[in-house]
């Protein structure tokens, strides 16, 4: 499997299931809808299990799931392959003691946090999120990593807009996709 | 597994331990249980997935509801294994396309709860899934999402119970099975 789009026959039946929803959140975006990929239990399981093949013997200690569309993939992957599950969430959702990382929208910026202690110096980390778009957070999210002493070992996301040339803000890092969107 | 202590499942305390309390979040006199630290531990982890799983595998559980954002962390998982589908119930305006909605009351003022038209059909068997259950409201407002769909709602699982809060009254009859209470008062 190379780090780019992923080829394999189940990746046929997952690409179907997702709805493109025009004008969401505003006009002019095509939404990526990974909802109806839910719905079908069998591609739910194929999209886990293509990143749990590939990730399996790759030593990963951390999946670290971008709130909140990420919980629902990173989720299933951590346990699949026994590494502990990390959350990186919007502003004060966490409690207790936490470090935060800011990135850009198209107007303003947000923050994403991380729990200082959840990772550890010479923890090997996979990132997961359902999309890269611009790649803003998914490079706040390697940034937490980082500060921490983790590595940064590769993002995965179901889908790509490669158009926005996320892939080229991750510092290097490899980026595994399922799907492209163009 | 709901509370009976002649029961419970060995796997259960090591759960237990692994929760963290954090006092006065997300304000002073709340005692906020943080799950964020049993998923730093693979074992604790996949056993309360397993807990469920075990529980619900031979109960023909069609769909798994999940609240966001702490039930997307348990309800996959389970879904995943028992083979439903998995539908996240979400806060306003994150769902794109037709959906429903279902409001509820917060300490102060309400919230809504919205969920996909036609992710859910009348002949659906569900199970709603959250990381804990307090006063009910929002596993009131998904029961209502799942009932006005057509489905039944077979039962409610959260890994953290507050009793003393008598969420499990607001369930309109149904089912709670719950991993751990935690009391204020002992």
Known sequence: MSGNEVSDPRIYGIKAKIRVVPDFPK??????????LLLDPKTFKDTIDLFVERYRDMNISVVAGIEARGFIFGSPI???????????RKPKKLPGEVIFEEYELEYGSDRLEMHVEAVDPGDRALIVDDLIA???TLCAAM?????VGAEVVECA???????LMGRER???KPLCVLIEYR
């Open 78 to 88: 951590a346990l699949a392959i026994g590494a502990k599950f990390v959350p990186l």
């Open 27 to 36: 006009k002019g975006i095509m939404f990526q809808d990974i909802t109806t």
């Open 134 to 136: 611009t790649g803003g």
């Open 170 to 172: 991750l510092g290097g």
């Open 143 to 147: 940034s937490l990593l980082e500060r």
């Open 157 to 163: 996301c179901v889908i790509e807009l490669p158009e």
